[in-house]
């Protein structure tokens, strides 16, 4: 006999659910600065000598194709710059410009202002916890065992 499991039991639904709200928080905190979530977490992930704009994707688990579609929108808000390395000519590095400094800081300064929030509100042993469950989480994902009969 097949087991069913409740929806607010289930441990994906819970991890979606939390952070289908931290997104729309983020998102509407952005939209007061012109941003959204994604922008912000573009420009937080760009440093100051310029990142190859290969290695952005993979640092946010973004898609290539929507990463480059999201350069794009940025370059033409005027928060980036794309720039042949001066050293191997063959790669691009993204640069902020002095407005997407600006952004960058009103993103950093909102995702801190959600983690002191949250750790003002929530005892360090369940952090803690949490970050454990979570960590123990991925390591169990990352090891691809789960499905293997």
Known sequence: ?????????????????AWYKIIK?????????????????????IDKDGT?????????GMEPRSLTRMLKSLEGKGLIVKRADKL????????????GEVKRKLSR?????FNKFMRENISKTKMKNFFEVLSKM??????????KK
């Not at 600065?33 to 937080?44: D, E, F, H, K, T």
């Not at 300064?109 to 202002?113: E, F, G, S």
């Open 1 to 17: 006999m097949e087991k069913t499991i409740k929806l607010d039991e289930a441990i994906d639904f819970q991890v979606r659910w």
């Open 25 to 45: 928080m983020y998102n509407t905190e952005a939209s007061n600065y012109g941003l959204s979530m994604a922008i912000g977490q573009v420009l937080l992930n």
């Open 88 to 99: 191997d000519k063959r790669m691009v590095r993204v640069f902020l410009t002095k407005e």
């Open 109 to 113: 300064d909102t995702v801190l202002h």
């Open 138 to 147: 991925n390591e169990l994902i990352d090891n691809n065992d789960i499905y």
């Open 52 to 60: 190859p704009s290969t290695k952005l994707g993979p640092k946010m």
